[in-house]
């Protein structure tokens, strides 16, 4: 789920309950929840990282579990989800993910791979996928934020 600042609504896609993965967006507007019917859509999943890109403003989706887990792209622009092909970060689920408006790109933290917990730092400027490195120690499930007064992203 992101707050998308574009069009003043949460986006969610996805999740999962009683076996079954979804694959629908659906906004809120702060009063309604409404099921979205964009002409393409990432395949169904969960745990997957999710965030608003506010210079290119377009939601930016990446990775989860759908049966499989999943390493692909997604960008949502308020009426459809768009693939970007571009090779990125090997597969994974529950990434940390942030944008750092300062600098324009998406920062996408860990996650898990199978058994194993990740510790890679990727970016995302809305062309490329970068390798930044290993950061600190390898989690699944942590949380990034973006802190502007000081520049830095926070897990």
Known sequence: MSFDEARDVTVLFG?????????????????NWTL???PSSPSPRYQHGMVYDSERQVVVLFGGHGGSTLGDTWEWNGTT???????G????LQPGIAYDSDRGVTVLFGGQS??????????????????KGPGPGARTG?????????????M
């Open 142 to 154: 942590c949380a990034l934020a973006y802190d502007p007064d000081r520049a830095v992203t926070v």
């Open 114 to 131: 199978g058994p194993t917990m990740l510790n890679d730092t990727w970016e995302w400027d809305g062309n490329a996928w970068t390798n």
């Open 15 to 31: 999740g999962a309950g009683g076996g079954t993965y979804s694959q629908e967006t659906w906004t809120w507007n702060g009063a």
């Open 81 to 87: 989800w768009t693939a970007r092909p571009e090779a």
């Open 36 to 38: 979205q019917s964009p």
């Open 89 to 92: 970060p090997p597969a994974r």
